[in-house]
């Protein structure tokens, strides 16, 4: 990763986001609290989520010590790279990808959490080939509690899918994604997290090495932790509600 160009002013730049070192530390120390409580030490990676904040947002999350970013929209997250220019960051993109937008994708994320199908794994391993890009790490995203409104590939496609992404030559596949209904009931959260942590687990029992579970947002990271999460990916908790 690069360095940013900017010449000294990222505190002046930051101001919008005042509260995000001790929102970032809070969060840190709640994953730290049920991690205790259930016996767990898996690393616990955060994903500062910016969608629909200004660059100012990444900018901020960097200075509070974030290291890893995560749009929702490949044109956005596009849009902010340019914007900005070569940050210590890496760009993680969260959100459905289409298959016509692989080709713009290719070559500017660190990893990608929302490959749902073959046909978008074949979309950026061949966009990924045209580029020259020499890998790109993946998550399958696997819609555990089957709704819907939801992306994400059928718990009983998974299986194929991954093994199909792993005889690839660009793409690594580092684990599943998920996400969990929108509710407060805890027990409906833990309940669609444990399904991914099975899923992987019978993957792992048929020879891949899925390492991350990228599962846990604002409204629902601790029950994520609970049951293994190994990637956050959070926005308002961190950045508070977004512009309207």
């Not at 696997?142 to 059928?154: F, I, P, S, Y």
Request: some cysteine; proline content about 4%; charged content about 20%.
């Amino acid at each position: 990763m690069g360095w940013w160009a900017y010449p000294a002013p990222l505190p002046f730049m930051v101001m919008s986001f005042p509260g995000i070192t001790a929102n970032l530390e809070r969060v840190r120390e709640r994953v730290a609290d049920v991690q205790k409580a259930a016996g767990l030490s898996q690393r616990v990676q955060i994903i500062a989520v910016t969608k629909g904040h200004p660059g100012a947002a990444v900018l901020a999350a960097i200075e509070a010590g974030v290291t890893d970013v995560g749009e929702n929209r490949v044109q956005e997250a596009l849009r902010k790279q340019d914007e900005l220019g070569h940050l210590p960051v890496a760009w993680h993109l969260i959100g459905h990808l289409q298959t016509n937008k692989a080709k713009a994708a290719a070559g500017r994320f660190a990893a990608v959490h929302s490959v749902d199908s073959l046909r978008v794994a074949e979309a950026l391993e061949a966009a990924n080939l045209k580029l020259g890009t020499a890998g790109l790490d993946v998550l399958l995203q696997v819609n555990v509690a089957g709704e819907e409104q939801k992306t994400g590939c059928h718990p009983d496609d998974a299986s194929d899918i991954a093994h199909a992404i792993t005889a690839f030559e660009t793409l690594r596949l580092q684990g599943l994604m998920t996400m969990a209904p929108f509710t407060d009931d805890e027990s409906v959260q833990r309940d669609a997290f444990s399904r991914l942590r099975a899923t992987r687990e019978h993957l792992e029992g048929e020879g891949l090495a899925l390492p991350e579970l990228s599962m846990g947002m604002s409204n629902d990271y601790t029950a994520a932790v609970a049951e293994g999460a190994t990637m956050l990916r959070l926005g308002t908790v961190l950045f508070g509600e977004r512009p309207r």
